[in-house]
């Protein structure tokens, strides 16, 4: 059986249902999935990761994905591409690349992502505007070892996180909200004032245990973000 990610979402969502996975069960890893269905395994981290998303089972890095208890619900946080966003409004986009650099990864990014000492990372920060006006502020750190070819791409025409999109599939996310206040770098990119309140989210991904990237959004005033559950 060949099968796309809806497809094969739907017959691992009906083994649970069906009492086939009972609550508890330790599914079959993505490999193994992947050849019973003759789909990539990206297919099948797909589905998982959605199935997640339903309170249906529960993935763990190291442990792999076991069948919920109970489902849980949960909300569920879209987050597109900028670009999709802000033309979804109905604004222009514009994207900017403001500095880029190769470097060793700071102590505190290493912590956060499990990297070694003498890791090496691009860092990047862009903006991102919605009909001229400033809408998201983008610092952003790419594992140059998961992702040499970032080193060669060509950050000045295409935003960091439509390339990763396109380069590779991330296996867990980590994402967190919070309000801070700008300080006055940057309340000069989001042309706020210094100590204004603003919106600000940040995610990590990995790759089968391997980092791939964590980012800083900071968005302007105003910034509304929508959940569903």
């Not at 980590?174 to 990119?189: C, G, H, V």
Request: aromatic share 10%; hydrophobic share 40%.
């Amino acid at each position: 059986m060949k099968a796309d990610f809806r497809a094969l979402k739907q017959e691992l969502r009906q083994r649970i249902v069906q009492g086939i996975w009972p609550p508890g069960t330790l599914l079959p890893n993505e490999v193994d999935l992947a050849a019973e269905f003759s789909c990539a395994r990206a297919t099948v981290n797909r589905a998982m990761r959605e199935l997640a998303e339903e309170g249906l089972v529960e993935r763990k890095r190291k442990a792999g994905t076991r069948v919920r208890q109970a489902p849980l619900r949960q909300a569920r946080f879209s987050i597109p591409l900028v670009r999709q966003e802000i033309e979804a409004q109905g604004a222009a986009y514009r994207y900017a690349l403001v500095r880029r650099e190769e470097q060793d990864a700071p102590d505190w990014l290493r912590a956060r992502l499990g990297l070694g000492l003498g890791a090496r990372v691009l860092h990047l920060i862009c903006m991102h505007y919605a009909d001229g006006n400033p809408y998201q502020l983008e610092d952003r750190w790419i594992n140059l070892e998961a992702l040499p070819d970032a080193a060669g791409a060509d950050f000045a025409a295409t935003g960091p996180n439509e390339w990763l999109v396109e380069a590779v599939p991330f296996s867990d996310a980590e994402i967190s909200f919070s309000a801070l206040a700008a300080d006055p770098e940057t309340a000069r990119y989001l042309s706020c004032t210094a100590g204004d309140a603003l919106f600000m989210a940040e995610r990590s991904t990995w790759w089968e245990d391997q980092a791939i990237t964590y980012v800083r959004l900071k968005f302007q005033r105003g910034y509304r973000m929508t959940t569903r559950y």
